[in-house]
């Protein structure tokens, strides 16, 4: 078992840059395909991004791509979502996601089995 805390949410301005984290306690970090998923009002929770478990092989939504770079650092049991060029369409609650031996091209919220708490990312224009 995994418990996920996030933490770097905030409010910015379109065009700029947030740091999400999200910290991992419990053991076999390294087990788990880590991803990020986000969801907006009235919105179903969509992915966002995904590390596979060690070899830093990673998945991205469309809507993302070349904007945003998952990592994860094993050692420290931490993965962090960098978002650059943010827009409006950005503004959700992000979610940072656990999946047991998972694999890293899958993207449905059913595929993870654990999930932290949630962190808000407001863009303004």
């Known amino acids: 078992q995994v418990q996920l805390v996030e933490s770097g949410g905030g409010l910015v301005q379109a065009g700029g840059s947030l740091r999400l984290s999200c910290a991992g306690s419990?053991?076999?970090?390294?087990?788990?395909?880590m991803g990020w998923f986000r969801q907006a009002p009235g919105k179903e929770r969509e992915f966002v991004a995904a590390i596979s478990r060690s070899t830093g092989v990673t998945n991205y939504a469309d809507s993302v791509k070349g904007r945003f770079t998952i990592s994860r650092d094993n050692a420290k049991n931490t993965v962090d979502l960098q978002m650059n060029s943010l827009k409006p369409e950005d503004t959700a609650v992000y979610y940072c996601?656990?999946?047991?031996?998972?694999?890293?091209?899958?993207?449905?919220?059913?595929?993870?089995?654990?999930w932290g708490q949630g962190t808000q990312v407001t863009v303004f224009s």
């Open positions: 419990g053991r076999l970090f390294s087990h788990y395909v």
């Open positions: 996601a656990a999946d047991y031996l998972g694999v890293v091209k899958y993207n449905n919220t059913s595929a993870y089995d654990y």
